[in-house]
Structures are given as structure tokens and as C-alpha cells.
């Protein structure tokens, strides 16, 4: 069974500029979760899916973050316009609704400079 | 907040050593859920323990739950190299979302 796959594994851009994250959660999951993991730190939920529906995003720093779950499976993670402080690591999980184990993706590793 | 906080925050021992790591947390949970990271990489489940049990095994983990104390421990035996990641405790409230605490950094040495 594939995993939690995400895309691209790192990527470096200058601030101000947009930067887009996709994730692919394993087949059959409907919950999608997006975490922000800082260097040291665990990860922090941004925004939580069930199906194409965004059930929490009271994390997400709306001014600058958006996130979309087209179709209920693949969901892009966004950042327009990037910030210094957004360098981080963004993680995607995901989990059978109801189940309380998630499954997480490697991770996009983000340099702002 | 309900977020777990792991204790120590770092720990490095022998192979073959016992490690010990502790999560305390504040308000009342449904469960409580235990995840590694190594290096550069995602978190993997390593095991749940629900708010009515006290111990739960799973080859060389032990976790154990004092809802009284809002505590838990996750021991790993006979350690090995390869044991060698990041630990956090994540526990989930009523509202369904994991709160992760800044996790345990454990160092096996060859």
C-alpha cells in the first residue's frame, strides 16, 4: 500500500514570492490534515479535511495561506506571499474518518531567503 | 491547552539500554497517541493507549497512562541503534485533533 506521498520534497524561494504544496493521501482515506512542523518543535495542525470540507482551519494564518481538497482526495497547501518566517517543515497526514491513527508524508521542506 | 509535553527533552543512552521518556498533558482525552520521527523524515505511528487503559505492549514498547496524574510513559527495551529519532506524545481530545508537544530527541549509541 503506497504511502502519504507529497510534492516537491524541498524548495527554496525568495520572499514575497507564491509557493504551492500538494499531497496525496493513501487511497481510501477521507480525513487530510496539513501540519507545520518548526525546527525543534512538533508538528502544529493548520487544517483538518474530512472529504472536501475543511472541518478546522482555525490554525491556518488566512491573510497569506490557503488550502483547497478538490474531488475530496489530493489537496494543495499554498503561501502567497511567502515569509521569512515561514521557512519550515509542512506536513500532510491522513486517516480513515473516524480512526484516530494518522499517516503521515515526508514532508516539504520550505527555505524562504 | 491539551498539548503533550515530553520529558526529558533530550536522552542518549547505550544500545541494549532501557529508554524512558514522559508526556504530561492538562485537560481530559480520549486517547493518547505516541509517534517517532527520524531524522528529515515523517512521524510514524508507534502506538495508541485509550483513557480506560493503564498499559499497553507492542513488541519492545510499553506505554503506560495515569489519567489521574495526566501522564504517560513510553519505554522502549533493549534499545538499538536504529531506535535513534525524535519521540512525541500527541494526546486527542474530545475535539479530534492531536496536540504535539516539542517531543524526546534519543541518541542510541553503537
Known amino acids: 500500500e503506497a504511502g502519504v506521498v507529497q510534492s516537491p520534497r524541498y524548495k527554496i524561494i525568495e520572499k514575497k514570492q507564491p509557493v504551492a504544496f500538494w499531497c496525496n493521501p493513501i487511497?481510501?482515506?477521507?480525513?487530510l490534515y496539513w501540519y507545520l512542523q518548526n525546527l525543534g518543535q512538533g508538528p502544529e495542525l493548520l487544517i483538518r479535511?474530512?472529504?472536501?470540507?475543511?472541518?478546522?482551519d482555525s490554525q491556518l494564518p488566512k491573510d497569506r495561506f490557503s488550502a483547497e481538497r478538490l474531488k475530496g482526495v489530493d489537496s494543495t497547501l499554498k503561501i502567497q506571499p511567502a515569509e521569512l518566517g515561514d521557512s519550515a517543515v509542512y506536513l500532510c497526514?491522513?486517516?480513515?474518518?473516524?480512526?484516530?491513527?494518522?499517516?503521515f508524508g515526508p514532508g516539504t521542506r520550505l527555505l524562504v531567503l | 491547552s491539551q498539548q503533550g509535553e515530553e520529558d526529558p527533552q533530550a536522552l542518549s543512552i547505550q544500545e541494549g539500554e532501557n529508554a524512558t521518556m514522559n508526556c504530561s498533558y492538562k485537560?481530559?482525552?480520549?486517547?493518547l497517541q505516541w509517534y517517532r520521527q527520524n531524522s528529515g523524515r515523517g512521524l510514524v505511528h508507534l502506538i495508541l493507549?485509550?483513557?480506560?487503559?493503564r498499559e499497553k505492549h507492542s513488541g519492545r514498547l510499553r506505554v503506560t497512562l495515569d489519567t489521574s496524574k495526566k501522564s504517560s510513559s513510553l519505554l522502549i527495551t533493549a534499545s538499538r541503534a536504529a531506535d535513534t529519532a525524535s519521540y512525541f506524545c500527541?494526546?486527542?481530545?474530545?475535539?479530534?485533533?492531536?496536540?504535539f508537544g516539542k517531543g524526546t530527541k534519543l541518541s542510541v549509541k553503537p
Open positions: 500527541a494526546p486527542r481530545g474530545s475535539q479530534g485533533n492531536l496536540i
Open positions: 485537560t481530559s482525552i480520549n486517547n
Open positions: 493507549i485509550r483513557s480506560n487503559e
Open positions: 479535511y474530512e472529504n472536501e470540507e475543511a472541518v478546522d
Open positions: 487511497s481510501g482515506h477521507n480525513t
Open positions: 497526514a491522513s486517516s480513515f474518518q473516524g480512526q484516530e491513527t494518522q499517516y
